[in-house]
DNA sequence: GCCGGCCGTGGTAACGTCAACAATCCGGAG
DNA sequence: CTCCGGATTGTTGACGTTACCACGGCCGGC
């Protein structure tokens, strides 16, 4: 097996070419002879030759990879997002390199980061809206992911709000008086936008809404905001805003004697993979990952290579993505 | 602000020295002089110089970036350690780039892939054990989590057999005659270990396993394995190779009307983050997914720094760490 | 007082690639 | 037959960094 790497000259070499149509045929130009391409082929292939991206980087100013901004990537939608991203990328042919914010300090750090190792642009899931601009002003390429809109970057979403409202809907169509809300945390742009939804709906049936609990998207939380709530009203249809708290209140419930949905309605949001096991089985509002991070790779990219100053078409593209409701037993 | 990019040869101009003791002090070498040194950073400073990874990834040949394949990053225990991996290399100063395995037919692709992008090692999780022989001996530094020994490679995880035997005990000793396992697909380590543990249990206790029902880690497969089980014995202990599958065995337990724990007793796998929000609250076997990461990242870098050809000191470091058991009510 | 050696520093080249330009070859037009 | 233009191919740097070697100055030892 060679020992050193292989090399555009070495490859030249063996075809009997300069090296510059070696770079000609690994970046198929057009102006080469099919014969010559032939022969340069063949010895890439013999060689086993690899372009080296660190050279071309250096020589272009261009990384061919992307960055991945997060909070954390042990949640759900999160995951899923990179899970989605990572794959949109590769079949673009770009690298994904990963970067979450661990520490609160570490914030600053994190784009400051991501820039030394020079990627050609970056994709920011949800949570550290806050920071992309100044990432962006900063001359960072970025799409963000459940954002509010800004002028800086390009903006991709789930439409929370639709979900929220066809949520609440579903419920009031089932004759339900009102629905009680389980909100996210204050902090989260999704969670106040499914929160708006939910009011919208209320407002439309001509409803007055309680005051929603809160949790913080874990299920324990949804588990002691559903006591806290149950201490003061008895409600018969719950819109918890993601899935994971919904599991939490179906525990509360239970543990209160409630059946569901007989007693009380439960719908959720996300469908996560486990949703159709819990006891009972949970109607939700399936968020598409997958073409939100197809989408988002799509735009970041063609971002980047129509070139120019980040500035030029700045919020190009975005889109919103409407969840769908998946009916199972708890509503 | 500036247009171009700072380089070392700009801070060199300002701070009155050679590019070479700029470079010195941004690695800091010890060989430069205090005073030197410290107007070379305040240049630096002013000028808001970052080093060009792409620029010392050709010279040096390290693009201090490390890889991490798996299969799909979109299950809990991947994402948790995609996430610890993830932030024990930034503190070390390695990026991360993540490679998934989509398609079946890219599975060659990806250390092809991994390789170009100049990654200085990888880390590889479980599923793809078979493929990472391939590339070890084409000259990948690797470190694989889950996999069974190969000196080839580091390996690095959890103490699967030990968790299982754990498990198993606790039930016996609750009184139960005998356990039932509702395992994972054939075709995973862990899985394979997990079931090897509850086998030697019960042969440590004398009693003889029943054939283990059989899912693929989805909370899905986990209620169906059930029903089928449940159609020829009815057992009093059940341990599941995943909270996943044991969240899927809950349901159709309480859907055959059988109450947990009085009727039958339950552990999981995993420690989830919903687990204790499950009805019951899963008793569960803990990972430490931090400590796993950690060390697969401190491992890889050992490997690497300490230069050297792959096979010089093979499986060194590789290290199993054992699981907690998690009491909860199912069990 | 001379010499060897260490310390701090600078100069030069090279890592592998690609952009710009120069050179060559061909056929066909004038 | 010469000249022109298009199509292919080659030559020459440069991207920003670091490895290697060389240089001047200072120290202590003889």
């Known amino acids: 097996m060679s020992q050193r790497r292989v090399s555009m000259a070495m490859v030249a070499e063996r075809a009997g070419v300069s090296g510059q149509t070696v770079s000609r045929v690994a970046n198929d130009s057009p102006k080469v002879d099919p014969a010559?391409?032939?022969?340069?082929?063949?010895?890439?292939?013999?060689?086993?030759?690899?372009?080296?991206?660190?050279?071309?980087?250096?020589?272009?100013?261009?990384?061919?990879?992307?960055?991945?901004?997060?909070?954390?990537?042990a949640?759900?939608?999160?995951?899923?997002?990179?899970?989605?991203?990572?794959?949109?990328?590769?079949?673009?042919?770009?690298?994904?390199?990963?970067?979450t914010l661990g520490a609160e300090a570490a914030i600053d750090q994190a784009f400051d980061r991501l820039r030394d190792q020079?990627?050609?642009?970056?994709?920011?899931?949800?949570?550290?809206?806050?920071?992309?601009?100044?990432?962006?002003?900063?001359?960072?390429?970025?799409?963000?992911?459940?954002?509010?809109?800004?002028?800086?970057?390009?903006?991709?979403?789930?439409?929370?709000?639709?979900?929220?409202?066809?949520a609440t809907v579903h419920l009031l169509a089932a004759g339900h008086r009102t629905v009680h809300h389980l909100a996210g945390p204050v902090d989260?742009?999704?969670?106040?936008?499914?929160?708006?939804?939910?009011?919208?709906?209320?407002?439309?049936?001509?409803?007055?809404?309680?005051?929603?609990?809160?949790?913080?998207?874990?299920?324990?939380?949804?588990y002691r905001a559903l006591e806290r709530m149950l201490r003061t009203v008895s409600p018969t249809a719950i819109f918890a805003a993601n899935d994971q708290m919904a599991l939490g209140a179906l525990r509360a419930l239970a543990d209160s004697g409630r059946r569901v949905p007989e007693d009380v309605a439960v719908v959720g949001f996300d469908d996560v993979a486990d949703a159709a096991q819990y006891q009972p089985p949970l109607t939700t509002l399936q968020q598409d990952f997958d073409a939100l991070g197809e989408r988002a790779v799509a735009a970041l990219i063609a971002r980047i290579e129509q070139g120019g100053d980040s500035s030029a078409s700045p919020a190009a593209g975005g889109v919103l993505i409407e969840p769908r409701l998946v009916r199972r037993r708890s509503a």
Do not use: C, K
């Open 36 to 73: 010559t391409r032939a022969r340069v082929e063949q010895a890439m292939a013999e060689l086993g030759y690899r372009p080296n991206r660190a050279a071309r980087a250096l020589r272009t100013g261009r990384s061919q990879t992307l960055g991945l901004v997060a909070q954390t990537l």
């Open 75 to 99: 949640t759900v939608g999160n995951s899923r997002m990179l899970q989605s991203v990572a794959e949109s990328a590769a079949s673009r042919g770009y690298a994904l390199t990963v970067v």
């Open 118 to 166: 020079g990627v050609d642009g970056a994709i920011v899931l949800n949570e550290a809206t806050a920071l992309a601009r100044d990432a962006a002003s900063a001359g960072l390429r970025l799409v963000v992911i459940d954002s509010p809109p800004d002028d800086r970057f390009t903006v991709i979403g789930t439409d929370h709000a639709a979900g929220a409202r066809a």
């Open 188 to 222: 989260s742009f999704a969670a106040a936008e499914r929160e708006r939804g939910w009011r919208e709906a209320l407002a439309a049936a001509g409803v007055a809404p309680d005051e929603p609990a809160r949790g913080d998207w874990g299920s324990e939380s949804g």
